[in-house]
């Protein structure tokens, strides 16, 4: 039974989360909007105030969320994200060889061969949301796609050979 | 111009002013060597500097005071850049009572100060203002200093200085334009104008923010810089023209911006705040002679100190209201005492429409108690108090 987390918002600042943990000492994490984390464990004397304020960087929480254990969750939230009633979400490379590259997505006909959508293309640091049909892949892209298992087996073989 | 002066003056100019930054860096680095607010080291600067000072600027004074212009804008934008919208709405629901206390509790010692020294009706309202807010850059830095972000009691104390950010949207648009009017009965049929175009603005900002948002939006730091910059400058230029002041349009351009501008712009904008803000105290503290300072020094002293338990009272009060026990109210308290920036930029518009002459080294002295006694009494007030406590209750069994 997970405890019950409290968020409160701080303005200018960020976002408080805390919680009571089964022993009664209150824990907390102070996320700024900055991205720099702190580790926050309550006095009990007075229990207003921090007995300990662990300033975290993003490496630092990176390090302390894997020590606890938190990316196996993460991990499963993931897989449970990626199989919703049989559908399946995946990340496929464009490969050169593939004849999909440098052709848009309506001459390809993804969709009428596979029955998968590609609902994103992540190119660079950029991600197009929804391409439409005039949009031409191209080498090196990935292409989010969502559709049965099947139909993804064959989208990925389509990227990697044409 | 620099540009068109002689090569001899463009090195006077350069030396000078190199020598002015460079006096500001070590006044900031002592405040830092402190764990003080630079503030008041900057206007004690100021005040050694420039009229009946010990030396006074030559060619570098026009450049001081056009980068105190510039600075006043600046504080303004990353005031309103400091809170998104929703923060604002979010704020206005729970945090009205407590706002109001603190409007009525600290803006009236200064009101029935200004009342009492005689002053003219346009400068009592800037006293009521100058005792009213408080410096949320040096509360900010207090509470990160001392590791209270985290602490349970504050978010009312954030929730009091976002009510002050708030009432500085009504508040300085009714100074600018009382104080075009020449006397407070005259200046009270622009107030109404004044007002009505703040709202519009602000509903405009709210409403269509993310339009200016997107438009300035870009992956160069440099682009978005500018952009955002210039922007201000020509807003708050436009807002000086129509008699508004430059500080509200500047103010009404950080309301306007919002999501990932907004982020960015107050990171990128900060460094250039700080140079031109001290540019701005060193500027104020020019103007006043310190001989000026002597009369004055009782009614600051006075104001400070009921001033400062009020702004206790109003953070007790608050924190109290959201279930916070006593050693947190206490926190919250002394957390609110500082004055500063806003303080100043508030005098600062009586001092250049030329009303009240002793307006400047009132809120100066003012902002130097204060901004000076506010972390000090934030740091170890509450430690002292809760150990007297401790010492007079009796020693708990088994410890």
């Not at chain 2, 204060?370 to 007297?388: D, F, H, K, N, S």
């Amino acid at each position: 039974m997970m405890a019950e987390v409290e968020e409160t918002q701080l303005p200018g600042v960020g976002v408080r989360y805390d919680f009571v943990t089964k022993e009664g000492d209150r824990v907390g994490v102070l996320a700024h909007r900055t991205g720099r984390r702190e580790l926050l464990v309550y006095d009990s004397v007075d229990p207003d105030a921090c007995r300990d304020v662990v300033r975290l960087d993003a490496d630092d929480t990176q390090t302390l969320a894997e020590l606890l254990g938190t990316s196996h969750v993460s991990e499963r939230l993931a897989d449970l994200q990626q199989h919703i009633e049989g559908l399946t979400i995946d990340w496929l490379p464009v490969s050169a060889t593939s004849a999909c590259a440098g052709r848009t997505l309506r001459e390809s006909a993804l969709r009428t061969e596979t029955g998968v959508s590609i609902v994103a293309v992540v190119r660079g640091d950029e991600t197009i949301p929804a391409p439409g049909g005039d949009f031409t892949l191209a080498q090196g892209d990935t292409a989010v796609a969502v559709g049965t298992p099947e139909g993804i087996k064959e989208l990925f073989r389509l990227l990697q050979q044409g | 111009m620099i540009f068109a002066a002689a090569p001899a003056e463009v090195a006077l100019v350069l030396t000078e002013l190199g020598l002015v930054v460079l006096g500001l860096g070590l006044l900031a680095r002592l405040a830092d060597r402190l764990s003080l607010s630079p503030i008041p080291f900057y206007l004690v600067g100021g005040l050694l500097v420039g009229r009946g000072g010990l030396v006074t600027l030559d060619v570098s004074e026009t450049i001081v005071a056009v980068g105190s212009e510039i600075g006043v804008v600046l504080l303004l934008l990353t005031l309103g850049l400091e809170y998104s919208s929703e923060e604002l709405g979010e704020n206005l629901r729970v945090g009205l009572p407590a706002g109001v206390l603190d409007v009525v509790a600290n803006a009236a010692p200064g009101v029935l100060a200004g009342l009492a020294l005689g002053w003219d009706g346009r400068a009592v309202v800037l006293l009521g203002g100058v005792t009213y807010i408080s410096s949320s850059g040096v509360i900010s830095k207090v509470l990160a200093d001392l590791d209270r972000l985290g602490n349970r009691e504050t978010p009312s104390v954030l929730s009091i200085l976002v009510m002050e950010d708030l009432a500085m949207a009504v508040y300085l648009p009714v100074v600018a334009a009382l104080l075009t009017g020449g006397s407070l009965l005259a200046g009270l049929p622009s107030v109404g104008i004044a007002l009505a175009t703040v709202a519009l603005v602000l509903f405009a900002a709210l409403r269509h923010g993310g339009v200016l948002s997107r438009a300035l939006l870009s992956h160069s730091d440099e682009a978005l810089l500018l952009g955002v910059l210039g922007t201000t400058l020509v807003v708050a230029g436009i807002a000086a023209q129509l008699q508004v002041s430059a500080a509200v349009g500047a103010f009404l351009v950080g309301i306007a911006l919002g999501g990932a501008v907004q982020e960015r712009a107050s990171l990128l904008v900060g460094p250039l705040r700080d140079l031109f803000a001290a540019a701005f105290f060193l500027f104020f503290g020019l103007q006043i002679d310190p001989a000026e300072l002597v009369p004055v020094a009782g009614v600051a002293v006075a104001l400070a100190l009921v001033t400062a338990g009020t702004k206790v009272f109003t953070g007790w009060w608050a924190a109290k209201r959201m279930g916070i026990a006593r050693p947190g109210r206490l926190r919250a308290g002394t957390a609110l005492i500082a004055r500063g920036e806003f303080s100043i930029v508030i005098a600062g518009l009586g001092v250049s429409a030329g009303i009240e002459p002793a307006l400047g080294a009132v809120a100066a002295a003012y902002v130097l108690l204060l901004a000076i006694a506010g972390p000090v009494a934030a740091r170890y007030v509450p430690a002292l108090v809760t150990e007297r406590a401790e010492h007079s209750r009796p020693a708990p069994a088994g410890h």
